[in-house]
C-alpha cells in the first residue's frame, strides 16, 4: 500500500454521533475527502487527546468537503462506554476494528495487538494521498492533518511551509 494507490477497503460497526451503532465502509465516504485516523485503544494516556483534538477541529474539516473516522481495534461497546465517559457527544464515528483486518490493511497493526498512530488521507475517488503513522507515544498534528488536507486539495505544488491561503508554485 502507498499514495496514489486505492485505499484498502474497509467495513466495520461504528459508533455514530447520535451514539448508535452503524455498519460503514469506505465506499459510504465515495465523492468526499477522507481523513481515517487509527489509534491504539480508546482509554489511554493520549489517544483520547487526539480524538478530542478531531472533534473541536471536525467543523474545519467538513467545510472543506472531508469527513472524518476515528478506527481502533476496541469493540463499538468499548467506543460508546469511552464517549459517555467523556460526557461529550463526537462529531463523527468511531469505527471498531476488533478483527484487526482494517488495522491490518492499512499496515499499522504493531504486534497483532494494537493500531499505531496511522493517518490517512482519501480522496473523494478512493484514492490514498497522505499516510503518516506515528509511533503509539507520539500524538499526531490535527493542524498538520488539515493543512495537507487542503494542499492536497487545491491539486497544485505547494512549497515547504505552504499554508491555505498563500500562493502554491502551480501545476506540476
Not at 136 to 154: F, M, N, P, V, Y
Request: proline share 5%; charged share 20%; net charge negative.
Amino acid at each position: 500500500m502507498q499514495i496514489t494507490d486505492k485505499a484498502p477497503y474497509f467495513k466495520g460497526v461504528a459508533v455514530m454521533p447520535n451514539k448508535e451503532f452503524k455498519e460503514i465502509q469506505l465506499s459510504d465516504y465515495r465523492g468526499k475527502w477522507l481523513v481515517l485516523f487509527f489509534y491504539p485503544l480508546d482509554f489511554t494516556f493520549v489517544c483520547p487527546t487526539e480524538i478530542k483534538g478531531f472533534a473541536a477541529n471536525y467543523k474545519k474539516f467538513t467545510e472543506v468537503g472531508a469527513e472524518v473516522i476515528g478506527c481502533s481495534v476496541d469493540s463499538q461497546f468499548s467506543h460508546l462506554a469511552w464517549i459517555e465517559h467523556d460526557l461529550k457527544p463526537l462529531p463523527f464515528p468511531l469505527m471498531s476494528d476488533i478483527s484487526k483486518n482494517i488495522s491490518r490493511a492499512y499496515n499499522v497493526l504493531v504486534n497483532e495487538s494494537i493500531a499505531l498512530r496511522g493517518t490517512f488521507i482519501i480522496d473523494p475517488e478512493g484514492v490514498l494521498k497522505s499516510i503518516v503513522v506515528n509511533d503509539t507515544a507520539i500524538g499526531r498534528s490535527i493542524d498538520e492533518t488539515l493543512r495537507t488536507l487542503k494542499a492536497l486539495q487545491t491539486g497544485e505544488l505547494t512549497g515547504c511551509g505552504w499554508q491555505p491561503g498563500e500562493t502554491t508554485l502551480g501545476k506540476g
